[in-house]
Structure formats: C-alpha cells, structure tokens
C-alpha cells in the first residue's frame, strides 16, 4: 500500500464496501490504482454520504472510465466518462509516491475480499455499461449530474471528519433540495 492513500487521501482499512466492490469490479489490488483515482473513490463516498445518496458503484461508474496503465505493471487510472467526471485531480502531479510504501498483512481473514496482489489483467470500463440501474440509482445519477462540476477534490476530502458535514460543503458550495432534485451553486 503507498502511504499517501492514508496520509493525503483518508483511506481507511478494513475498506468499505464500496471499496472492496470497485477493486473486485476491476480486478485490481489497492496499490495498482493511481493517488489520484483513490482521490475520486473517497470524495464521491463523502459527498454521497453529504447529500444523503446511497453509495453506489454502477452509480460512480456512470461519471468514470479505467485507464489501463502500460503493461504488464503500469498503474491504472480513472478518468471522467464521456458525461464527465464528479472532481478535480486531488494532485496534479503526484511525484515520488512510490518510494512511500508499506505492507499490509492478512490478520485472522481466510480469505481477502478484493485482489490482494498485483493482477495482470484488470477490467478496462467505460462508464456504467450494461448494468441494470435500480430508480434510486438513476435519481442519484441526476442529483449528481446536476451539481457544478468538477467538484474540489481536496476540499471535499477536508470536510469528511467535519463535525457537521453538511454544513462544511455548503459553505463552499450552495446546495439544496428542490422537488427531489439536488441543486448546487458556487457561492
């Protein structure tokens, strides 16, 4: 694992759900995916939880495509989908990143939940595809698309441990709801 997913980025482990989802969707260990790409998994997890949107792959799919890194070890990347994507790169230029890197072992688990070493062949994606996407996912790909993009990546990952999440964002960006639909303006 490189040590800016934690330090800069606010990864966690035991990952979340969604986590583990995305890495299985595309058949990647954690250290196979750019800083950067990390950056959009975590910011889209906070402004979901923000916005009261469940968390959902086929609905980050929707905004986001895989960039398949040189084989056979070169690092893949996320890019915004042909609708676009939801943030700004949390760094334009992540240098150096992989000197910092750490082990992780697997402690009383019989078996991880996503890819635990490098994979060879991970799955190239291009928005959500041919899944079936429920009403709810449909209404939260509005809500989303419906906001001022892209959004700051760094200054939606500054308000996951605010006190009062919610209020932090729309300092920054002024969001409500109107007839169900999400509505953002920049202040």
Not at 32 to 55: D, K, M, Y
Not at 56 to 81: A, D, E, M, R, T
Request: with cysteine; aromatic share 18%; hydrophobic share 45%.
């Amino acid at each position: 694992m490189y040590y800016c997913f934690f330090r800069d980025l606010g990864v966690c482990l035991p990952f979340t759900q969604f986590e583990y989802d995305f890495l299985n969707h595309v058949n990647a260990a954690p250290c196979q995916l750019h800083p950067n790409s990390w950056g959009f998994l975590r910011a889209f997890q906070v402004l979901c939880t923000v916005l009261g949107i469940e968390v959902s792959l086929p609905v980050f799919l929707h905004f986001y495509q895989l960039k398949l890194g040189v084989p056979p070890y070169g690092i893949l990347s996320l890019n915004g989908s042909r609708d676009g994507g939801l943030f700004t790169l949390y760094s334009q230029s992540y240098k150096n990143f992989k000197q910092e890197f750490f082990r992780a072992a697997l402690v009383n688990v019989d078996l991880p939940q996503f890819p635990f070493y490098w994979c060879p062949r991970p799955s190239r994606f291009h928005g959500v595809g041919q899944v079936k996407l429920r009403a709810l996912e449909v209404a939260a790909i509005d809500n989303l698309a419906a906001l001022p993009r892209p959004l700051d990546c760094k200054l939606v990952l500054s308000r996951a441990n605010a006190a009062y999440k919610e209020r932090a964002l729309e300092s920054e960006y002024f969001v409500f709801w109107w007839l169900g639909v999400c509505v953002a303006f920049f202040c």
